[in-house]
């Protein structure tokens, strides 16, 4: 009668644990996917490079090589004033050469900056920088947006940060209960065990092992989920699905199982040295 109740409660150790972790890395999953959106919010900061009227092509080549040797500069772009006339025609919805009888645009070269210089203190630094050529008659960015922007994305980066944390605590309380709990009902075998004069390493041995592997399989069933999930979000919403790398996808992965090991195998360790110094007695009070 008791292998089943055993088994049992085996099974339900193994689902808790891994609902348990796949619920920390979906987590997970959302604090890697807000930093892969606020990186690509902040390369749609732009800053444009107005150039000198006066400058040949020849120049302006050079003016574009001297702004991608820059080291705060992922990208750059150059808009002859014919493709700038074009651009504002289709955002204007009218031609302003046709309303004024001239091209009011200069060319320009739009410049992407690297994520760790899209604030206003360092792009202000930047445009100092920029202007030092003296083909670059105007530096222009919205320096407004910007401020807004970054304020919002701390926040929900710390937002997710803290519910990540907390999350991580719960789960560790939880499997740990969950491990405490499969070894209270065999505490009574640990008594023995050690009054036939097996050593504290060798009763604990199985222990560890057997949570290790359910830290382990637990693991590896969250993450099939997950890639399961992932898969069906590729297919419903690949834009969605984009903002999560394989890099950044194998580190939640890796992270998910051997937080499963760690705790199971650690909680157990504990469990099993808690109830070994315990008297025959205090057994039943428990």
Known sequence: MKRPIIKTQTLSVYISTTLVLLLLGIMGLLF??????????KESFKMTLVIDKEANEEAIAKLQKFVNDKEYVQESKYISKEQALIEETESLGYNPLEL???????????VTLKNDYT???????IEKDLKKN??????????????KVN???NKIAMMLLLLLLLLTVISWSLIGNLVRLSIYSKRFILHTMKLVGATWGFIRKPFLLNNMCIGLVSGIIANTILG???YMLQESSPEVASLLS????AIVAAAVIMFG???CTLCAYLSVNRFLRMRNNDLYFI
């Open 119 to 125: 604030n206003t203190d360092k792009m202000a630094e």
């Open 228 to 230: 399961t999930g992932i």
């Open 261 to 263: 090991v760690t705790i």
């Open 246 to 249: 394989m890099d950044k996808l």
């Open 100 to 110: 004024l009888g001239y091209n009011p645009y200069e060319a320009q070269i739009e």
């Open 134 to 147: 003296k083909l670059t008659s105007e530096v222009i960015y919205h320096k407004d947006n910007i401020d």
């Open 32 to 41: 890697i996917g807000g930093q892969s959106a606020s990186e690509r919010i």
């Open 151 to 153: 304020e919002n994305i």
